[in-house]
């Protein structure tokens, strides 16, 4: 289900492109017809859900061919479109950038997957996202089965390196996170930090740019003080990288990469 949110956001994308109307199609002559998208590289598709959403709202039938979070190959066909023509050509390219952002996404998110095997550790995205189009993003990893992390700054406490400067001990910021009740997770970027971090028992700990060699020992010994909260890995890691920070003991990896280096990946429209 789309919450109520999204759909708006995905009607101001539309609302936003349109501008004070389409001119070109107004002069095209009004006829029914059928169109059909097609994937012109192989991805793991992501955002059928979101533009059947967008062209149902503008009255336009829509028959779905592939289902969100499945590899495809290229040429395939997954979606086609039904109804007014003036309506189609105005809503092709933003239906298209959607599909073809969050297919981008997703796909990423595929490669990772694969690449750690069969590994425990959870895989997760973080909020280096475009603009106006985080939940989407967000949206996109989890079809693909990652973790979203934090959909929004109200989901989670994270107090990282800049918040830490304002609390006079770890022990004061984890005392103001517990009086929300909502979950929190602490950042270390060096040893010591992590020690600190762990004795205020967060939920989770982030060891924030550590090497390969330098995580393992932190994890180590973070178990052997007796933190049995989550250990997330994050900064630096790389689908390139990412085999050597699999089997380091830790519960989480997060990358930025994910979303930071994705491509709007390639759908075509053709009107039948």
Not at 1 to 12: E, F, N, S, T
Not at 43 to 71: N, P, Q, S
Not at 239 to 264: C, F, P, Q, V
């Amino acid at each position: 289900m789309i919450p109520p949110d999204v759909k708006g956001q995905l009607v101001r994308y539309f609302e936003e492109d349109l501008g004070r109307g389409d001119i070109t199609a107004r002069i095209t002559p009004r006829k029914t017809c059928t169109a059909t998208i097609t994937a012109n590289e192989k991805c793991t598709i992501a955002g059928i859900e979101e533009i059947g959403f967008l062209l149902g709202h503008f009255g336009l039938k829509v028959k779905r061919l592939a289902k969100d979070g499945k590899e495809i190959r290229p040429k395939t066909a997954v979606m086609q479109i039904y109804g007014d023509n003036r309506k189609i050509l105005s809503l092709e390219r933003v239906c298209l950038n959607i599909l073809g952002r969050m297919s981008g996404v997703a796909t990423l998110c595929t490669r990772a997957k694969r690449r750690i095997g069969k590994s425990a550790v959870m895989l997760a995205v973080t909020r280096k996202t475009a603009p106006g189009f985080q939940l989407l993003d967000k949206k996109a990893a989890q079809v693909a089965g990652l973790w979203t992390h934090r959909k929004d700054l109200s989901e989670m406490i994270l107090l990282k390196d800049n918040h830490l400067k304002f609390f006079p001990t770890a022990l004061d910021a984890a005392k103001a996170a517990a009086r929300t009740g909502k979950k929190f997770e602490i950042e270390a970027e060096n040893e010591w930090q992590a020690i600190s971090a762990a004795l205020e028992k967060p939920d989770i700990l982030m060891l924030d740019n550590f090497s390969p060699k330098r995580a393992r020992k932190a994890v180590a010994y973070l178990r052997k003080l007796g933190f049995n909260g989550k250990i997330e890995l994050s900064g630096g890691i790389t689908i390139a990288n990412l085999n050597n920070y699999t089997k380091i003991g830790a519960d989480i990896i997060s990358m930025g990469e994910l979303t930071r280096k994705a491509h709007i990946l390639d759908f075509y429209l053709d009107v039948e």
